[in-house]
């Protein structure tokens, strides 16, 4: 498969100018295994690298051609759903434009432990370089995944539109790559059996015995964390989890709550959560196709900055 902080800028040095004279903040770019929401990307925040989703004898473009709502149905129905890199092909046009444009950009990918595309682009990058030697950009590996990896892009690209020099824009987003926490639960094992992420006997027992993994993201791979017995037993170990890890001192942490076409149980999360902490600056998203092709329907992740640094 494939600390919440306010900043200030000063426009002054935040900003730089295109060949043609006009004022310009710096570029965001992601992938689509961000699962932020097709509409921050249309709203020309930030630039989309749309990764491959293949099922059937066709290859579609996540959230182009295709929405996760088609990929969790065709799952339900049996059909085997693949993911591959972005295109390279794509990432080169998109970095020559920045270019051209004499642009500066920030790229922050999907985990490289997770997909192809984090390498696909460092080598699309010297390619351009190598026609373009002021090309003006920086990849970065999330090591994040679903909405954890959405949360780090978007405090960017709102940074980037208020005005944050390239350097505010880099400290911020290792500052969150790197205290980012993510948990989350699957409803079906076969799902993950199917990829290869447990085998198919475990799937098989954790079935019968309703049992319930929990995972995290340790160095930008998927870990086993726990093993519980029932939906809402695993979702108010998920809140206790994330409740060790940040504390919940105060109410000023974004949380990021993303779900397997099951809105549902993340809002009954997000109304958990609310119970526990005073935390109310919410994002729910449906988990993508990159993702949700091996987690499978059912999936609810949860993801904040903690104020600690986690293993990278």
């Given at each position: ?157 709102e940074m980037a539109n208020a005005g944050a ?148």
């Amino acid at each position: 498969m494939e600390g919440t902080f306010i900043f200030s800028y000063s426009l002054t040095h935040a900003c730089k100018y295109s060949k043609e004279g006009d004022l310009m903040t710096i570029r965001i770019i992601a992938d689509s295994a961000s699962d932020l929401p097709k509409d921050f990307f249309a709203s020309d925040m930030v630039d989309l690298i749309p990764l491959k989703v293949l099922f059937g004898e066709t290859e579609y473009e996540d959230m182009v051609t295709i929405d996760s709502s088609q990929v969790y149905d065709a799952m339900r129905s049996g059909e085997v759903v693949k993911t591959s890199q972005a295109s390279p092909v794509f990432m080169k046009d998109l970095f020559t434009k920045v270019a051209q444009n004499n642009e500066t950009a920030i790229y922050v990918a999907f985990s490289s432990e997770l997909s192809g595309t984090y390498q696909t682009a460092v080598l699309m990058q010297k390619e351009v370089l190598e026609e373009y030697p002021d090309l003006d950009l920086t990849i970065i590996d999330s090591k994040c995944a679903s909405l954890g990896y959405g949360l780090v892009v978007k405090r960017a690209a709102e940074m980037a539109n208020a005005g944050a020099s390239k350097e505010e824009l880099l400290t911020s987003v290792n500052y969150d790559i790197s205290h980012m926490e993510h948990v989350f639960t699957v409803d079906n094992l076969d799902y993950l059996a199917r990829g290869g992420r447990v085998s198919k006997a475990s799937a098989f027992v954790g079935g019968l015995l309703n049992i319930k993994p929990l995972l995290h993201m340790e160095d930008g791979k998927l870990v086993p964390l726990e093993k519980i017995r029932g939906r809402k037993k695993v979702l108010r170990r998920m809140v206790e989890v994330m409740r060790e890890r940040n504390g919940f001192d105060t109410g000023e942490q974004r949380i990021g709550i993303s779900h397997g076409d099951d809105l549902a149980t993340a809002e009954a999360l997000k109304e958990m959560i609310k119970e526990s902490c005073e935390c109310d600056d919410f994002t729910i998203t449906s988990i993508g196709s990159a993702v949700g092709a091996h987690a499978g329907p059912g999936t609810i992740a949860y993801s904040s900055s903690t104020g600690k640094k986690r293993n990278t």
